[in-house]
């Protein structure tokens, strides 16, 4: 089954310790991106990924740090969480090759919903 | 710069009555525009997409939307609501040359029994 996986699903931790969510595609997509989700805010891009070894910052890239070693994932690291960075996060990938008529559609992972005190 | 603007925070309809959540969009070159819907505790699901050619395009549950150049809209719309369609929905734009995705802030669909 195509899809887009993210670990952990609930985090809950503490101001200052580090902590990796992960996110993995199994369609073989160049393109893979993170977005948080806040009420009233919509969605909005942290950081994204043309290409292994290829990212680059988005609209709210503060805080955060991603790495692309393989296709397949993209992981996002906050190195030292704060509690404005409770959210809801999500990944998400794409084909930038797809040809014109695939619009460059993206499939989004379940969720990881983060809390930091 | 690419935006999107959702008018509405919410959207109430009875059902069996038409639907229509609203889009807005701005982009320099040629708008990519898409719609999705979250329904509670899940991630994002695409409903469809504009790309190129007719105006009003099908999607998936019985959603349509029309994609008007002049008006710079991108209405999402639907016959006959169902009270299963409640659920926040999402309308998205990218400039064709580029791959970021640019949200909308969301319109929560409520349809009543």
Known sequence: ?117 | AQSVAQPEDQVNVAEGNPLTVKCTYSVSGNPYLFWYVQYPNRGLQFLLKYITGDNLVKGSYGFEAEFNKSQTSFHLKKPSALVSDSALYFCAVRDGRYSTLTFGKGTMLLVSP
């Open chain 1, 1 to 117: 089954e195509a899809q887009v996986t993210q670990n952990p699903r609930y985090l809950i931790t503490v101001t200052g310790k580090k902590l990796t969510v992960t996110c993995s595609q199994n369609m073989n997509h160049e393109y893979m991106s993170w977005y948080r989700q806040d009420p009233g805010l919509g969605l909005r891009q942290i950081y994204y990924s043309m290409n292994v070894e290829v990212t680059d910052k988005g609209d709210v890239p503060e805080g955060y740090k991603v790495s692309r070693k393989e296709k397949r994932n993209f992981p996002l690291i906050l190195e030292s969480p704060s509690p404005n960075q409770t959210s809801l996060y999500f990944c998400a990938s794409s084909t930038p090759n797809g040809g014109r008529t695939s619009g460059y559609e993206q499939y989004f992972g379940p969720g990881t919903r983060l809390t930091v005190t």
